[in-house]
């Protein structure tokens, strides 16, 4: 079936630097990949949706400044935590999605951040 | 948007049954899924309902009822391996999933 890898799978970063998080869609071209963030004891948030060769598109009160994201390929998208602060440490889950395949949405590993 | 709301809790005897409800307002629906998440770990997808009825796969079923913007996960045969948090997310016409808080299904000996 379809895969999804995300990686790293967790990272550990002093506050005030930058941290990478790439998200690749292995079999399959992703035309649009989706960003999320999860606390601890709370369900996924939609950060922003990523399309291939454009901006994303981020949803009420994400930073875009904070949060970059690139979306180069049909098969990689990545997000990057800029001057990160103890407060975005969470776990970071990105979903690849492809007209294609309507009967599943495909999620990498997921990224545990801590920030120190 | 997405207005998801499914029970916080619930725990059950292993071997028994167990259903998970889940409501939802939306705008542009286009699919329902439901997903076990492990503490720590990404959600593992269970399951997929876009027309009305029930969708069995083993010992999980779905069904749904987009009349009634409702949808419910039957968990059979509990073992204590499915004790986890279990996610309802609807989809809309843009790809987007949104999730509801997630059950917290505990199983018993």
């Known amino acids: 079936g379809a895969v999804v890898s995300q990686h790293p799978s967790r990272v550990i970063c002093k506050s005030g630097t930058s941290v990478k998080i790439e998200c690749r869609s292995l079999d399959f071209q992703a035309t649009t990949m989706f960003w999320y963030r999860q606390f601890p004891k709370q369900s996924l948030m939609l950060m922003a949706t990523?399309?291939?060769?454009?901006?994303?598109?981020?949803e009420q009160g994400v930073e875009k400044d904070k949060f970059l994201i690139n979306h180069a390929s049909l098969t990689l998208s990545t997000l990057t935590v800029t001057s990160a602060h103890p407060e975005d440490s969470s776990f970071y889950i990105c979903s690849a999605a492809t007209p294609d395949r309507m009967t599943e949405a495909f999620f990498g590993q997921g990224t545990r951040l801590t920030v120190v | 948007g997405q207005n998801i709301d499914q029970p916080t809790e619930m725990t059950a005897t292993e071997g028994a049954i167990v259903q998970i409800n889940c409501t939802y307002q939306?705008?542009?629906?286009?699919?329902l899924f439901w997903y076990q998440q492990h503490a720590g770990e990404a959600p593992t997808f269970l399951s997929y309902?876009?027309?009305?009825g029930l969708e069995e796969k083993g010992r999980f079923s779905s069904f749904l009822s987009r009349s009634k913007g409702y949808s419910y996960l039957l968990l059979k045969e509990l073992q204590m391996k499915d004790s986890a948090s279990y996610l309802c997310a609807v989809r809309d016409r843009d790809y987007k999933l949104s999730f509801g808080a997630g059950t917290t299904v505990t199983v018993r000996a």
């Open positions: 939306t705008s542009g629906f286009n699919g």
């Open positions: 309902n876009v027309l009305d």
């Open positions: 990523s399309n291939e060769g454009s901006k994303a598109t981020y």
